[in-house]
């Protein structure tokens, strides 16, 4: 890789049960799964 920057997810404050989630799929490896699908890594 020739170039590398850090990434971030934003969630509103108002919106806990999707923080809830996203914190969910990243833990089970689904975020991973679909990462590397689309993008060949995992980008986060």
Do not use: R
């Not at 919106?15 to 995992?42: A, Q, R, V």
């Amino acid at each position: 890789m020739a170039y590398a920057e850090e990434l971030a997810i934003t969630v509103s404050k108002d919106d806990p049960k999707l923080l809830e989630e996203l914190k969910s799929i990243i833990e089970d490896g689904t975020y991973e799964k679909i990462s590397n699908k689309w993008f060949g890594m995992n980008i986060l």
